[in-house]
């Protein structure tokens, strides 16, 4: 029998994006108001529909563009003041995820350095970074005095496998280097784990393991008194995206 589209239903796709940072030494997520139906006024991840003539790599990078003003960031060169790491997380069907039709989406993970506060666009009304804490919790009142909602859509059940994604990645690649500048210091990046992870870490036994841990981190041979006291060393993310022993997630 011949291929006939018409006897297959037709559905949409879009992409959502799960962009996280670490703002004031909390791991925080990108949310955005709905500006318009359906769940108008809940807070979202940012994202929309793709168009005919883009693939999805594309999409999620004009979406991120588009609603925060961040690029995706090419690792082959130095890193943008705007720039974030992205990658494709995970696809999600259900057929009663969006009240307007059929929608698939593709969620994708962002990463990116302590970013100012984000602009809006599209059909968002308003954007912030959260706490990933506040956003998955439903009821009481968030830091802002606002109340907590469930996130629109299947947004809540995204983000949590985001956030999964990032704090077990960190764990056997170098992508914590994503959420630091271009030069920091061993006390950043810790601070950046320990965000990430929600753990206190050991600092001199933090330093050996990153320091001593082949292709991690490259000294550049400056220093910095930016987080006060004595100065300390700058490095630059190595060569490696795979670490090699791991640095493996203290239990809780």
Not at 21 to 27: A, G, K, P
Not at 77 to 96: I, S
Not at 172 to 200: D, H, I, K, N, Q
């Amino acid at each position: 029998m011949p291929y006939d589209p018409s006897a297959f239903p037709p559905f949409a796709v879009t992409v959502d994006l799960v962009v996280l940072t670490v703002r004031r030494h909390s791991l925080c997520a990108l949310a955005v108001r709905r500006g318009e139906p359906p769940f108008q006024g809940r807070w979202a991840l940012p994202g929309g529909f793709v168009r005919a003539d883009e693939d999805l790599s594309q999409a999620a990078a004009r979406e991120l563009a588009e609603e925060t003003g961040l690029c995706v960031h090419d690792p082959s060169v130095p890193a943008q003041d705007n720039g974030a790491h992205l990658e494709q997380l995970a696809t999600y069907g259900d057929p009663k995820r969006d009240p307007r039709m059929r929608v698939v989406s593709v969620a994708h993970l962002a990463l990116a350095p302590d970013l100012p506060a984000p602009r809006a666009g599209g059909d968002a009304s308003n954007a912030r970074w959260a706490p990933v804490e506040e956003l998955l919790e439903q009821g009481g009142y968030g830091r802002d005095g606002e109340p907590l909602a469930p996130l629109a859509f299947d947004h809540a059940q995204i983000l949590a496998d985001g956030v999964e994604r990032a704090r077990s990645k960190i764990e056997y690649s170098s992508l914590a280097t994503a959420f630091c500048p271009s030069e920091f210091t061993v006390g950043e990046l810790r601070r950046v784990y320990e965000a990430v992870w929600g753990v206190a870490l050991d600092p001199r036994n933090f330093h050996r393991k990153v320091t001593g841990t082949p292709g991690f981190l490259v000294p550049t041979g400056g220093t910095t008194t930016r987080q006060g006291g004595r100065p300390a060393q700058l490095f630059r993310a190595g060569g490696a995206t795979l670490l090699n022993p791991p640095m493996l997630r203290p239990e809780v």
